[in-house]
Antibody
Framework: QVQLVESGGGVVQPGGSLRLSCAASGFTFSSYVVHWVRQAPGKGLEWVAVMSRDGRAQYYADSVKGRFTVSRDNPKNTLYLDMNSLGPEDTAMYFC????????????????WGQGTSVTVSS | SYVLTQPPSVSVAPGQTARIPCGGDNLGSKGVHWYQQKAGQAPVLVIYDDSGRPSGIPERFSGAKSGNTATLTIRSVEAGDEADYYCQVHTTDSFHVFGTGTKVAFL
């Protein structure tokens, strides 16, 4: 069955860095796009970043552009999110979410989600 | 940036029908997707492309769109339906946008 398992969260000081991982199983990782979505405590969902299946293109929300870097290792079935210059506004649960495909075309919705990893930015 | 607006909460009596609106500019030209998120859990897709229902989602859940407003309808609301619900669309400039979220609670 499809599984996405996030890890790497924790408590970090303002200005610090953190690397999140999303381990995928139960599907052909290289054939899918997997996104990062976050949710601040008590707030709504916010799309964060995505990398294309071949790793050639990355897209970011304006709120993280220039500070976060998304990457993927297809042989390891893993998606990463490198977060730098972290601020209190980055405190959130970070989810990875698979974008569904239909007839090999993207559908622009998320059919499977991980349980998330928590990031707290605090001194 | 693109904004999807939802009411903060919808109250419904058990067994009745809950309707959750989601409004946005030019929404008629975009596919709208809906997610259910129970407390402490990850979101779950309940409606895709305005009105499609993934396997495993009860028929009580349905979606529709008219003009710039999409609506998620939950018939015969049960205790397990109490959750936050988010609409979502894809745009070329903001990429993926989620609505502000609506909490469904019993009266």
């Amino acid at each position: 069955q499809v599984q996405l398992v996030e890890s790497g969260g924790g408590v970090v000081q303002p200005g610090g860095s953190l690397r999140l991982s999303c381990a995928a199983s139960g599907f052909t990782f290289s054939s899918y796009v997997v996104h990062w979505v976050r949710q601040a405590p008590g707030k709504g969902l916010e799309w964060v970043a995505v990398m294309s299946r071949d790793g050639r293109a990355q897209y970011y929300a304006d709120s993280v552009k220039g500070r976060f870097t998304v990457s993927r290792d297809n042989p390891k079935n893993t998606l990463y999110l490198d977060m730098n210059s972290l601020g209190p506004e980055d405190t959130a649960m970070y989810f990875c979410a698979r974008e569904a495909y239909y007839d090999s075309l993207p559908t622009f919705y998320f059919d499977f989600w991980g349980q998330g990893t928590s990031v707290t930015v605090s001194s | 940036s693109y904004v999807l607006t939802q009411p903060p909460s919808v109250s419904v009596a058990p067994g009745q029908t809950a309707r959750i609106p989601c409004g946005g500019d030019n929404l008629g030209s975009k596919g709208v997707h809906w997610y259910q998120q129970k407390a402490g859990q990850a979101p779950v897709l309940v409606i895709y492309d305005d009105s499609g229902r993934p396997s495993g989602i009860p028929e009580r859940f349905s979606g529709a769109k008219s003009g710039n407003t999409a609506t998620l309808t939950i018939r015969s609301v049960e205790a397990g339906d109490e959750a936050d619900y988010y609409c979502q669309v894809h745009t070329t400039d903001s990429f993926h946008v989620f609505g502000t979220g609506t909490k469904v609670a019993f009266l």
